[in-house]
Structures are given as C-alpha cells and as structure tokens.
C-alpha cells in the first residue's frame, strides 16, 4: 500500500492540480498522484510558485539562429503529454526543484510561453526562481535537439507548507 502525508501532496500537487483542473481533494485521493509524489521523492511541505515563462530556443549554443522546428516540437510535447521534470534547473537553483510544465503558447518565432509550477522544499529556491534578476545560462534539450536560454519566471502565485492547513 502506498503510504504518503496529505501534507505532501496538498502543498506539492495543489497547485498543480489548478492546471489540469482538478480540486485539492481530488489530488489527495488519487493512488496515481500519491504514487508519483513517493517515485519522486517529494518532500512533506513545501513551497510553490506557479505563473508564466518564456523561453528561446536555438539551433546552436552561440544563440544565433532560432530553432523553429525544436521550439514547435517542445510546445506540442508540453500540449500533449504535460512535463514534470525533477531536479529543474539545478544548475541555477541547486537540487530538489520539481517543475510542472502544463501549457505552451509560440510567442514568436524563437520564444514560446510556458504555464508552470514549481516546487521546493527550500523557499530561497522558489525565491530565486521568481526573482526577475535571476539570470539562467544556456542549456541543451536533447529531446528536441535545441538550445534553451529561459528568461525570467513570473511568479503569479506563491505558496508555503501551511497555505493548505
């Protein structure tokens, strides 16, 4: 049987549960929700911030030409099948970042949107991933075959351990 805290998944899957549509209540009575929240090794309380993010995407690490065709493919991906990636942005951030990615929109022809939250158990993780200074490097998603240089996140929503008690 799986054995989870309500806790867990109320503050970590709460607000992702807003972006699919669904309630709280919902969240901490799904074996499928409590099953990925214990693979992932979510930890008991966290913090959040959902909002939007743009993104440009390249062909190259020198940022020159814009990757159309890697850009299209993400967002249809995220459109699809959504993005839960464990460990986001590590290299900026430092471990235990987990980023759900649930929406995209092209916004042009070398950036797209990004709907998100993001979780973490350390709030000066979720500080710096809403601090507009925060500056990210270039990284390569081999997946699409395109380099990223994410911009700033808008953080329209922050929550802590105790928003959901």
Sequence with gaps: MVQIEISM???T???MSAGIGCSAATVTNSLLLAEVAQQLSLPASTW???GTHAAKGYTS???ETSSVEGLKQDCENINLNKKLAVDFRS???GPGVTGFFYKCEKVS????NYWFTISAADKTQIDKLCDPHTSYPIVYDQQH???FIDEPFGCTQRTNPTDFF
């Design 109 to 112: 022809e070398d950036t797209n």
């Design 9 to 11: 998944l109320l503050t």
């Design 48 to 50: 959040s911030a959902s």
């Design 145 to 147: 075959d395109t380099w």
């Design 13 to 15: 899957l709460g607000l």
């Design 61 to 63: 690490e020198s940022a």
């Design 91 to 93: 290299d900026v951030l």
